[in-house]
């Protein structure tokens, strides 16, 4: 079966760094995107970054953008997503998904193009 599993998260003062990890297995991942999003309690689940395992073209929501950067291994079936200069209200669950996006025309930057979802990982960012 399809499994994504996230770690990295922990608690972390403002301006601090994380890196979260999402290890992908139970199928080849070739002509997907891999995408990180996030929800705070009482928000609404929000884009955060993805990319393409088959190139190098990134996305980013305008909080994170400059702040986030997300990459691959693709040997490993892993895909990180580095945060610095954390804010307090980057504080949320982040998950990971995997979709079979179609089109690359389309960014990846929306939760109804994935299929594949984590379990999430916890992200605190203290002022």
Same mark, same amino acid.
């Given at each position: 079966?399809?499994?994504?599993?996230?770690?990295? #998260?922990?608690?972390? &003062? %403002?301006? *601090?760094?994380? $890196?979260?990890?999402? !290890? =992908?297995?139970?199928?080849?991942? /070739?002509?997907?995107?891999? #995408?990180?999003?996030? &929800? %705070?309690? *009482?928000?609404? $689940?929000?884009?955060? !970054? =993805?990319?393409?395992?088959?190139? /190098?073209?990134?996305?980013?929501?305008?909080?994170?953008?400059?702040?986030?950067?997300?990459?691959?291994?693709? !040997?490993?079936?892993?895909?990180?997503?580095?945060?610095?200069?954390?804010?307090?209200?980057?504080?949320?669950?982040?998950?990971?998904?995997?979709?079979?996006?179609?089109?690359?025309?389309?960014?990846?930057?929306?939760?109804?193009?994935?299929?594949?979802?984590?379990?999430?990982?916890?992200?605190?960012?203290?002022?």
């Amino acid at each position: 079966q399809v499994q994504l599993v996230e770690s990295g #998260g922990g608690l972390v &003062q %403002a301006g *601090g760094s994380l $890196r979260l990890s999402c !290890a =992908a297995s139970g199928r080849t991942f /070739s002509g997907y995107a891999m #995408g990180w999003f996030r &929800q %705070a309690p *009482g928000k609404e $689940r929000e884009f955060v !970054a =993805a990319i393409r395992w088959s190139g /190098s073209r990134t996305y980013y929501a305008d909080s994170v953008k400059g702040r986030f950067t997300i990459s691959t291994d693709n !040997a490993k079936n892993t895909v990180y997503l580095q945060m610095n200069s954390l804010k307090p209200e980057d504080t949320a669950i982040y998950t990971c998904a995997a979709g079979a996006t179609g089109s690359i025309l389309v960014p990846p930057t929306t939760a109804r193009l994935y299929e594949y979802w984590g379990q999430g990982t916890q992200v605190t960012v203290s002022s």
